[in-house]
């Protein structure tokens, strides 16, 4: 006992590690908007049932902070006093002014769509001063290496960051028409979106776990929101329980990975692997990076980890589906890269077989899967697993670089315009839901090009883009995907892509098909006529509008003029700070 | 040019012949290409601007952005110099540097008459279609699909072709889609599936390519004209590897030709299409394939287009004597003359893959007059669909009493399109088959037959819908209108002009056939018979050609 006693006391004080604030600013300050808005119902009582939004506070919140953030680094780089301060000022009242009247008429909802929107900008904002920062001074980590500020994780905070600004637009919207209660849905996407940016930037295995169970905690949450609908609920539960499951398996390998490698910062992995490369194979790592393999390819949905993902994009709130596809499978696809492509590369050999298989079947199942669907989230939801298949080419050829565009840059660039097209896609299908978010069938959409064409105008643009048509973001995304897996020899890997682009083409045009259809059409497949349209209009408000405006733009923008997100991209591929 | 010119020394379809200057005639800097491509964006633009209720407005933006186009285009037809190697007007932009893409457009006398007849058949196709129902997005559709055809045939950069290529089928899909007829969203899904599956080939293989060179050192490009000239080179790329790419870039030019097996999309897009869709169809989207073949398959790997002639002759006479005789059997009129394309576009692709220069000439002069006359006859059998709401042949009856102009017309382009002589189809036929007659002659022999049956299904089309007594609903028709003898007229005469005078088109051709034969002899070692030169193949000097008495015969 004194032996013991004597020992604890010779135990060094431990350190207090230095606080980088820049390093974890964006996930602090989004995690504060979210305890915000959670403090802002809790306290404030009132009218906040009412959902009152009006379009200038929307404009005000996404805008302000805009503006507030473009005006800064206006100033900072250029030294321009007078137009950056009166761009800054006039965001910054424009922002105020939405919060302060929102807060003085207790419109708590308003209020919790403000801080929401201008948390994320600001996040956002943070993510550019890091990424200026990583250009000059180069990568490094943070908080006793746990957490890596570099390109890649800047790149992945940025995609995460847009689907979150898009995802809480959409939220807005759909809150309001379902009549739902309380900004806590917004709160619960933002602590989410915290996660992922936590796993962006995670440079050790136990900081990736634990951000791996933060988001998804939020999104099992977010899935089971709608309680008018029971398929909301039960999605939720499938969710949860086989997203635990994941979550153990992730576990388990991490354990076994610490158990081999003596370690779980990737930096240590690393080098770790390199020496058991060297020397011969190692049965626990093996198995260990395998577990780590399946929890992750259960979140990126790739076959045959793939099975919840079709009932729960089906049964989850649209709007969760959106930021779902988008954020979860960047960020996910993320610590994808970094750990296989980063820490277990000298392990290449082992796992790249492995990926192979993943795609192939990823990309072959979801399009051949989402042929015979006839509700429209399923077949996107089986679309999504043919995009993560795309997304492991990239991932496949990550380490063999030989053109000057490689498979990690390919597939970052891809993670970031399936983000757009995937949100865009179901933001407007979430309007073609129509209150009670159910009138999801194809045959739904019968005639909607006639009564409203901007709208299936907007949703073709995202759906012909994830076919891949030219002058579409899409288009570019598979070139630069397609193009690293020929530079690495992959010509099969290439080949079973663009046919598997083929089959999922039908898909989307199917969808296309029945929106230009005539409403007294007749279905062709069971020749009963076509469901009439449904009594309830659509309700497209400004925060629908500003999301699909904002999708829409981007698709198109990088779709002709790609090249500052190709070089965003390429200079976001280094995978471990610090080695 | 001068840009790559300093990266890659060779310039492709020079190698063999004398390097004269490429740079541009006469222009100066106007990128005339360029703007062939955005003035019908940007009059798609306008179009769709228009308001929904001042439809006059829409028609008008419509029209003078096509004939804008089609005067452009005939400027540049007028402008373009006969007597200089390698292509003109170039315009070259960076675009995705990253991927080493760029936007680089040029045009030769393989493309020139392509662009030409695209810029040809918008307006006419517009014109046919005043009557169609929310004319406005026509006209946005057809604008966009005329953009990115003209892209096709001058793109340079092997993505920026694949960029075009791909993109034609959205406008296509929403013309058969939006404005076709009975079954026409079946249609239009096969026909964008079929080509984009094609394409999936395609883009595996233009990736290949430009992999292949950066892999032995070279900067990466997609230039056209740097890869042909190193991947043509001897020793550069494996016999196995040129002949998988070969197969690769066939597989998808085929489908759009259509090829006899792959041509299935075919009939269904042409018979449900719109009029003027199909008429685009016909006249400029399948040429897409045979282009494809003359700029890219075969001048990239000419020893592996050498090996697989043969097969790709065997199937081009197939295509020939099929499609006639399927024809023969149509019951519907309009898809008799689908199949009748599928005859033709046989032609072509056999003249292109005799490897002789005549060849190379009667399949290029084929693709151009087969854009005449087809066109002009899907035009009529339009009227004929507008008049009576059918296109089955057994409906008819008789139609040259109640609309003899209707019918007299229809005679002229049925002649047109057998190949009659003093037509342009005798001239590109003629020529293709004494071309593949010289190298290869049983084909030649075999495919003659095909001009005959091509006689046997047109005349008896003719025969049972315009002939004899109109009974019922044929006896009282609204004969021919101002506005619909303003579409075809001028399709027929241009058929019949260069029937008669071929020159024009053979001189500005001329050249580029030359130089890509030269490319081939100079790279395979294959050295090309002799063969009569090009005047021979106008229709008086024809006849009196000495071994040619089985092309001839056929058409009488």
Request: net charge negative; proline share 4%; hydrophobic share 55%.
């Given at each position: 006992?004194?032996?013991?006693?004597?020992?604890?006391?010779?135990?060094?004080?431990?350190?207090?590690?230095?606080?980088?604030w820049l390093a974890i600013g964006p996930p602090v300050v989004l995690?504060?908007?979210?305890?915000?808005?959670?403090?802002?119902?809790?306290?404030?009582?009132?009218?906040?049932?009412?959902?009152?939004?009006?379009?200038?506070?929307?404009?005000?919140?996404?805008?302000?902070?805009?503006?507030?953030w473009?005006?800064?680094?206006?100033?900072?780089?250029?030294?321009?006093?007078?137009?950056?301060?009166?761009?800054?000022?006039?965001?910054?009242?424009?922002?105020?002014?939405?919060?302060?009247?929102?807060?003085?008429?207790?419109?708590?909802?308003?209020?919790?769509?403000?801080?929401?929107?201008?948390g994320?900008v600001s996040a956002a904002a943070i993510g550019v001063a890091q990424w200026n920062v990583?250009?000059?001074?180069?990568?490094?980590?943070?908080?006793?290496?746990?957490?890596?500020?570099?390109?890649?994780?800047v790149?992945?905070s940025?995609?995460?960051l847009?689907?979150?600004?898009?995802?809480?637009?959409?939220?807005?919207?759909?809150?309001?028409?379902?009549?739902?209660?309380?900004?806590?849905?917004?709160?619960?996407?933002?602590?989410?979106?915290?996660?992922?940016l936590?796993?962006?930037?995670?440079?050790?295995?136990?900081?990736?776990?634990?951000?791996?169970?933060?988001?998804?905690?939020?999104?099992?949450?977010?899935?089971?929101?709608?309680?008018?609908?029971?398929?909301?609920?039960?999605?939720?539960?499938?969710?949860?329980?086989?997203?635990?499951?994941?979550?153990?398996?992730?576990?388990?390998?991490?354990?076994?990975?610490?158990?081999?490698?003596?370690?779980?910062?990737?930096?240590?992995?690393?080098?770790?692997?390199?020496?058991?490369?060297?020397?011969?194979?190692?049965?626990?790592?093996?198995?260990?990076?395998?577990?780590?393999?399946?929890?992750?390819?259960?979140?990126?949905?790739?076959?045959?980890?793939?099975?919840?993902?079709?009932?729960?994009?089906?049964?989850?709130?649209?709007?969760?589906?959106?930021?779902?596809?988008?954020?979860?499978?960047?960020?996910?696809?993320?610590?994808?890269?970094?750990?296989?492509?980063?820490?277990?590369?000298?392990?290449?050999?082992?796992?790249?077989?492995?990926?192979?298989?993943?795609?192939?079947?990823?990309?072959?199942?979801?399009?051949?899967?989402?042929?015979?669907?006839?509700?429209?989230?399923?077949?996107?939801?089986?679309?999504?697993?043919?995009?993560?298949?795309?997304?492991?080419?990239?991932?496949?050829?990550?380490?063999?670089?030989?053109?000057?565009?490689?498979?990690?840059?390919?597939?970052?660039?891809?993670?970031?315009?399936?983000?757009?097209?995937?949100?865009?896609?179901?933001?407007?299908?979430?309007?073609?839901?129509?209150?009670?978010?159910?009138?999801?069938?194809?045959?739904?959409?019968?005639?909607?090009?006639?009564?409203?064409?901007?709208?299936?105008?907007?949703?073709?643009?995202?759906?012909?883009?994830?076919?891949?048509?030219?002058?579409?973001?899409?288009?570019?995304?598979?070139?630069?995907?397609?193009?690293?897996?020929?530079?690495?020899?992959?010509?099969?890997?290439?080949?079973?892509?663009?046919?598997?682009?083929?089959?999922?083409?039908?898909?989307?045009?199917?969808?296309?098909?029945?929106?230009?259809?005539?409403?007294?059409?007749?279905?062709?497949?069971?020749?009963?006529?076509?469901?009439?349209?449904?009594?309830?209009?659509?309700?497209?408000?400004?925060?629908?509008?500003?999301?699909?405006?904002?999708?829409?733009?981007?698709?198109?923008?990088?779709?002709?003029?790609?090249?500052?997100?190709?070089?965003?991209?390429?200079?976001?591929?280094?995978?471990?700070?610090?080695? | 040019?001068?840009?790559?010119?300093?990266?890659?020394?060779?310039?492709?379809?020079?190698?063999?012949?004398?390097?004269?200057?490429?740079?541009?005639?006469?222009?100066?800097?106007?990128?005339?290409?360029?703007?062939?491509?955005?003035?019908?964006?940007?009059?798609?633009?306008?179009?769709?601007?228009?308001?929904?209720?001042?439809?006059?407005?829409?028609?008008?933006?419509?029209?003078?952005?096509?004939?804008?186009?089609?005067?452009?285009?005939?400027?540049?037809?007028?402008?373009?110099?006969?007597?200089?190697?390698?292509?003109?007007?170039?315009?070259?932009?960076?675009?995705?540097?990253?991927?080493?893409?760029?936007?680089?457009?040029?045009?030769?006398?393989?493309?020139?008459?392509?662009?030409?007849?695209?810029?040809?058949?918008?307006?006419?196709?517009?014109?046919?279609?005043?009557?169609?129902?929310?004319?406005?997005?026509?006209?946005?559709?057809?604008?966009?699909?005329?953009?990115?055809?003209?892209?096709?045939?001058?793109?340079?950069?092997?993505?920026?072709?694949?960029?075009?290529?791909?993109?034609?089928?959205?406008?296509?899909?929403?013309?058969?889609?939006?404005?076709?007829?009975?079954?026409?969203?079946?249609?239009?899904?096969?026909?964008?599936?079929?080509?984009?599956?094609?394409?999936?080939?395609?883009?595996?293989?233009?990736?290949?390519?430009?992999?292949?060179?950066?892999?032995?050192?070279?900067?990466?490009?997609?230039?056209?004209?740097?890869?042909?000239?190193?991947?043509?080179?001897?020793?550069?790329?494996?016999?196995?590897?040129?002949?998988?790419?070969?197969?690769?870039?066939?597989?998808?030019?085929?489908?759009?030709?259509?090829?006899?097996?792959?041509?299935?999309?075919?009939?269904?897009?042409?018979?449900?299409?719109?009029?003027?869709?199909?008429?685009?169809?016909?006249?400029?989207?399948?040429?897409?394939?045979?282009?494809?073949?003359?700029?890219?398959?075969?001048?990239?790997?000419?020893?592996?287009?050498?090996?697989?002639?043969?097969?790709?002759?065997?199937?081009?006479?197939?295509?020939?004597?099929?499609?006639?005789?399927?024809?023969?059997?149509?019951?519907?009129?309009?898809?008799?003359?689908?199949?009748?394309?599928?005859?033709?576009?046989?032609?072509?692709?056999?003249?292109?893959?005799?490897?002789?220069?005549?060849?190379?000439?009667?399949?290029?002069?084929?693709?151009?007059?087969?854009?005449?006359?087809?066109?002009?006859?899907?035009?009529?059998?339009?009227?004929?669909?507008?008049?009576?709401?059918?296109?089955?042949?057994?409906?008819?009856?008789?139609?040259?009493?109640?609309?003899?102009?209707?019918?007299?017309?229809?005679?002229?382009?049925?002649?047109?399109?057998?190949?009659?002589?003093?037509?342009?189809?005798?001239?590109?036929?003629?020529?293709?088959?004494?071309?593949?007659?010289?190298?290869?002659?049983?084909?030649?022999?075999?495919?003659?037959?095909?001009?005959?049956?091509?006689?046997?299904?047109?005349?008896?089309?003719?025969?049972?819908?315009?002939?004899?007594?109109?009974?019922?609903?044929?006896?009282?028709?609204?004969?021919?209108?101002?506005?619909?003898?303003?579409?075809?007229?001028?399709?027929?005469?241009?058929?019949?002009?260069?029937?008669?005078?071929?020159?024009?088109?053979?001189?500005?051709?001329?050249?580029?056939?030359?130089?890509?034969?030269?490319?081939?002899?100079?790279?395979?070692?294959?050295?090309?018979?002799?063969?009569?030169?090009?005047?021979?193949?106008?229709?008086?000097?024809?006849?009196?050609?000495?071994?040619?008495?089985?092309?001839?015969?056929?058409?009488?």
């Amino acid at each position: 006992m004194g032996a013991l006693l004597a020992q604890a006391t010779e135990v060094e004080a431990i350190p207090a590690p230095d606080v980088d604030w820049l390093a974890i600013g964006p996930p602090v300050v989004l995690f504060a908007a979210a305890l915000a808005i959670v403090l802002l119902a809790a306290l404030v009582r009132g009218r906040s049932l009412e959902h009152s939004l009006p379009d200038w506070m929307v404009l005000g919140g996404v805008l302000g902070p805009v503006m507030v953030w473009v005006g800064r680094f206006w100033f900072v780089r250029y030294d321009i006093d007078g137009g950056a301060g009166a761009v800054m000022a006039v965001g910054l009242v424009a922002a105020l002014a939405a919060l302060v009247f929102a807060l003085a008429r207790r419109q708590v909802f308003a209020a919790a769509f403000v801080i929401a929107a201008s948390g994320t900008v600001s996040a956002a904002a943070i993510g550019v001063a890091q990424w200026n920062v990583v250009r000059s001074d180069g990568p490094y980590t943070a908080l006793a290496r746990a957490v890596a500020v570099d390109g890649f994780a800047v790149f992945v905070s940025g995609v995460v960051l847009g689907a979150t600004l898009l995802g809480v637009l959409l939220l807005t919207s759909w809150i309001r028409r379902e009549g739902l209660e309380g900004p806590e849905a917004i709160a619960v996407m933002l602590m989410g979106a915290t996660g992922m940016l936590v796993m962006a930037s995670a440079n050790d295995l136990i900081v990736v776990f634990v951000a791996l169970e933060v988001f998804s905690i939020a999104l099992y949450v977010m899935t089971a929101f709608d309680r008018h609908r029971i398929e909301s609920q039960e999605a939720g539960l499938k969710y949860f329980l086989l997203g635990a499951f994941s979550s153990a398996v992730f576990l388990y390998g991490v354990a076994l990975v610490y158990g081999a490698t003596g370690s779980t910062n990737l930096i240590d992995v690393a080098n770790a692997v390199r020496g058991v490369a060297t020397s011969g194979s190692n049965g626990m790592l093996m198995v260990g990076f395998g577990l780590l393999l399946v929890g992750l390819g259960f979140k990126v949905a790739a076959v045959p980890f793939h099975m919840w993902t079709p009932d729960v994009y089906q049964g989850a709130p649209t709007p969760v589906t959106a930021f779902m596809a988008g954020a979860t499978k960047a960020v996910a696809f993320g610590a994808l890269l970094r750990i296989f492509v980063g820490a277990f590369d000298g392990l290449r050999s082992d796992w790249r077989p492995a990926v192979f298989a993943l795609a192939v079947l990823s990309m072959v199942v979801g399009a051949a899967a989402a042929i015979v669907q006839t509700d429209v989230k399923r077949m996107l939801a089986y679309s999504s697993i043919a995009h993560a298949g795309y997304v492991l080419i990239g991932v496949q050829v990550a380490t063999e670089v030989r053109g000057p565009f490689g498979g990690t840059a390919a597939a970052l660039f891809y993670l970031a315009i399936y983000m757009v097209m995937s949100v865009g896609a179901f933001g407007a299908v979430q309007i073609l839901g129509r209150r009670g978010d159910r009138a999801h069938s194809v045959n739904d959409y019968a005639g909607l090009a006639r009564r409203e064409p901007v709208l299936a105008a907007l949703l073709t643009l995202f759906l012909l883009a994830q076919a891949g048509v030219p002058l579409t973001a899409g288009f570019v995304a598979k070139l630069a995907v397609f193009k690293a897996a020929v530079d690495a020899g992959q010509y099969q890997l290439a080949l079973v892509g663009m046919l598997s682009a083929t089959v999922a083409a039908f898909v989307y045009l199917r969808i296309v098909i029945a929106m230009y259809a005539a409403d007294d059409d007749h279905d062709r497949d069971t020749g009963h006529a076509v469901a009439p349209p449904r009594a309830t209009r659509l309700v497209i408000d400004l925060p629908t509008r500003l999301a699909l405006g904002a999708a829409a733009a981007v698709v198109l923008l990088f779709g002709v003029v790609p090249g500052w997100l190709l070089d965003a991209a390429e200079h976001a591929t280094n995978l471990l700070a610090g080695t | 040019m001068t840009l790559f010119a300093s990266a890659v020394p060779t310039s492709a379809l020079s190698t063999g012949a004398v390097s004269t200057s490429a740079v541009s005639s006469g222009v100066g800097d106007f990128p005339l290409l360029t703007f062939l491509i955005v003035l019908p964006l940007v009059g798609a633009v306008l179009t769709l601007c228009t308001p929904a209720r001042r439809t006059e407005w829409a028609k008008a933006a419509g029209f003078v952005t096509a004939l804008a186009t089609l005067g452009m285009a005939l400027w540049m037809l007028a402008d373009f110099d006969g007597h200089a190697h390698g292509y003109q007007y170039e315009v070259q932009h960076d675009w995705i540097g990253n991927l080493g893409v760029h936007f680089t457009l040029g045009v030769d006398g393989i493309s020139l008459f392509m662009v030409v007849l695209t810029a040809v058949l918008i307006p006419i196709g517009l014109l046919a279609s005043v009557h169609e129902p929310n004319f406005k997005q026509f006209t946005v559709w057809m604008l966009v699909l005329e953009a990115s055809v003209i892209g096709v045939f001058v793109a340079l950069d092997l993505i920026v072709f694949f960029v075009f290529f791909e993109l034609v089928l959205v406008p296509m899909y929403f013309l058969i889609a939006g404005w076709g007829h009975g079954n026409n969203r079946y249609a239009a899904t096969k026909f964008f599936l079929y080509t984009m599956a094609g394409s999936a080939f395609l883009f595996v293989g233009i990736l290949t390519s430009a992999y292949l060179f950066t892999k032995a050192g070279h900067p990466l490009t997609f230039d056209v004209r740097d890869l042909t000239a190193w991947l043509a080179e001897p020793g550069n790329v494996s016999t196995r590897t040129a002949r998988l790419l070969f197969v690769a870039f066939s597989v998808s030019f085929a489908v759009k030709v259509p090829l006899f097996p792959l041509h299935t999309w075919l009939p269904d897009a042409h018979t449900e299409a719109p009029t003027a869709g199909s008429v685009v169809l016909a006249g400029v989207l399948l040429k897409m394939g045979t282009y494809g073949f003359l700029r890219f398959a075969v001048p990239m790997f000419p020893k592996a287009a050498q090996y697989f002639a043969p097969v790709l002759l065997t199937l081009a006479v197939i295509g020939i004597l099929y499609g006639a005789i399927v024809a023969t059997m149509q019951p519907d009129l309009k898809r008799l003359i689908a199949y009748s394309s599928v005859a033709h576009l046989g032609f072509v692709v056999m003249g292109t893959f005799a490897l002789t220069t005549q060849g190379l000439q009667g399949g290029l002069f084929t693709m151009v007059s087969h854009g005449l006359t087809t066109s002009a006859l899907f035009l009529l059998v339009g009227m004929l669909y507008e008049r009576r709401h059918t296109r089955t042949i057994s409906d008819f009856g008789g139609l040259s009493k109640s609309v003899p102009v209707l019918s007299g017309l229809f005679l002229a382009a049925t002649f047109a399109s057998i190949g009659l002589p003093g037509f342009s189809g005798f001239v590109g036929e003629f020529a293709s088959l004494l071309g593949t007659f010289v190298t290869r002659r049983w084909w030649a022999v075999t495919a003659t037959a095909g001009v005959i049956l091509a006689a046997v299904y047109l005349l008896w089309a003719f025969q049972r819908v315009f002939t004899g007594e109109p009974q019922g609903d044929n006896a009282a028709l609204r004969d021919i209108s101002g506005r619909e003898l303003a579409t075809v007229v001028p399709l027929l005469a241009l058929s019949l002009y260069l029937g008669f005078f071929p020159k024009p088109v053979f001189d500005r051709m001329e050249l580029a056939v030359e130089d890509l034969m030269a490319h081939i002899e100079t790279t395979t070692g294959y050295a090309e018979p002799d063969t009569p030169t090009p005047e021979a193949v106008t229709p008086d000097a024809g006849s009196t050609g000495g071994h040619d008495e089985g092309g001839a015969g056929g058409d009488e």
